[in-house]
């Protein structure tokens, strides 16, 4: 999109006309919408989008959407709450993400940049070309660059998509990683 909506002739707009408009913006998007493409489409001001953002969530408040940021803009959701529900009705949304695929995206996500063999060695196995195939086509993870050792490794990164999906607008948001010594004293 690349066309500014006019939301009103007069000088002040009503916040709620402002929220209104971001809902209706939120509901039509594939994709979330930063707050530069929320301000360019509505022609507001940060503290406007701001406050109107914040007039949204108290509206979506008492209903069965939320509000959520992600590292990618804004979206639209179904509460949390309503998760069951949905998986029981559809169970074709379901999908199993395998502890293989899961604990390697986690050494990427915790220590990135790494290499191949950084995830080998952390996991302790051999690291399937197939599960860093499903990461890269899910769009989760990326190469950015090469180590500057024999043979040039890439080094792998997460990606807003991983973000997205997880619903994380950052990587300092990711739950601390357990003191992995303490959990095998207790052992």
Known sequence: MSI?????SEKSKSLEEISRHIEVL???????????????YLSVSTKELTDA????????????????????????????????????VFPQRQERLSQALLETLSVIAYKQPVTRSDIE????????SNIL????????????GHKDTLGRPALLHTT???????GLTHLD????????EAIQSMQ
Do not use: N
Not at 122 to 127: D, F, H, K, N
Not at 133 to 144: A, M, P, S
């Open 26 to 40: 939120l509901h039509a998007s594939e994709a979330p919408l930063t707050a530069g493409a929320l301000k360019k």
């Open 53 to 88: 953002l914040g007039l949204l969530q108290e509206r979506l408040d008492t209903g069965v959407l939320r509000l959520h940021e992600t590292a990618s803009g804004y979206r639209l959701q179904i509460a949390d709450s309503y998760s069951s529900l949905i998986q029981r």
């Open 160 to 166: 807003a998509q991983f973000l997205d999906a997880f």
């Open 173 to 180: 948001e990711l739950p601390p990683m357990p003191d992995m």
């Open 133 to 144: 195939r499903q990461l890269f086509d899910k769009g989760w993870i990326v190469e950015k």
């Open 121 to 128: 060695h952390v996991r302790g196995v051999t690291l399937s």
């Open 4 to 8: 500014s909506v006019p939301i009103s």
